[in-house]
T-cell receptor, first 116, second 116 residues
Framework: AQSVTQPDIHITVSEGASLELRCNYS??????LFWYVQSPGQGLQLLLK??????LVQGIKGFEAEFKRSQSSFNLRKPSVHWSDAAEYFC??????????????FGKGTHLIIQP | GAVVSQHPSWVICKSGTSVKIECRSL??????MFWYRQFPKQSLMLMAT?????????EQGVEKDKFLINHASLTLSTLTVTSAHPEDSSFYIC????????????FGDGTRLSIL
């Protein structure tokens, strides 16, 4: 069965500092990987996705993530965080997308706190 | 593009009543929609996969008679929580995948259900 581990429950970063959120996955085949962000009481917004090709993917809001098959990781990064980045971040794995897609398996999330 | 609308956003009702939640893809067709449940400060757990024109597929441990799912068109899926009890109180989120291949899931803003 597939699984996703986000080792950090909370992370505190100063505004303007760089950020890295960790994600490790367990999956038997080539995974489709996603990062979503959730503000309190809201749904999820897709930050970026990896399906194939270039292992460094660019997303919205200045985020990027790198797929490392050898480490089974898909860490999210941002060079300089803004106070508006404070939110809950979820890493997710799935396989088949589009027609006949399967539901995603989510990590437990990382709560990002931005210090002024 | 790729907007998923979920309604209502918040509902409070008495124990024993049934509640219907709608999930609509506004600007794309979705053969597959998903229903997730999220407990406070926890991750999303897939409840069921809803396929247009066929029966939903429920995850292990999810009562299909409690959580009725109907996906009557390519743009609408509904989740009905029947005879709701306080333990059914939760945040329910739907998502939808476009018919085109390799498209990510897009999430609604969620429905907060409170059963008194």
């Amino acid at each position: 069965a597939q699984s996703v581990t986000q080792p950090d429950i909370h992370i505190t970063v100063s505004e303007g500092a760089s950020l890295e959120l960790r994600c490790n996955y367990s999956y038997g085949a080539t995974p489709y990987l996603f990062w979503y962000v959730q503000s309190p009481g809201q749904g999820l917004q897709l930050l970026l996705k990896y399906f194939s090709g270039d292992t460094l993917v660019q997303g919205i809001k200045g985020f990027e993530a790198e797929f490392k098959r050898s480490q089974s990781s898909f860490n999210l990064r941002k060079p300089s965080v803004h106070w508006s980045d404070a939110a809950e971040y979820f890493c997710a794995v799935g396989h088949k997308v589009g027609g006949g897609a399967d539901g995603l398996t989510f990590g437990k999330g990382t709560h990002l706190i931005i210090q002024p | 593009g790729a907007v998923v609308s979920q309604h209502p956003s918040w509902v409070i009702c008495k124990s024993g009543t049934s509640v219907k939640i709608e999930c609509r893809s506004l600007d794309f067709q979705a053969t597959t929609m998903f229903w997730y449940r999220q407990f406070p400060k926890q991750s999303l757990m897939l409840m069921a996969t809803s396929n247009e024109g066929s029966k939903a597929t429920y995850e292990q441990g999810v009562e299909k008679d409690k959580f009725l799912i109907n996906h009557a068109s390519l743009t609408l899926s509904t989740l009905t929580v029947t005879s709701a009890h306080p333990e059914d109180s939760s945040f329910y989120i739907c998502s939808a995948s476009e018919v085109r291949l390799n498209q990510p899931q897009h999430f609604g803003d969620g429905t907060r259900l409170s059963i008194l």
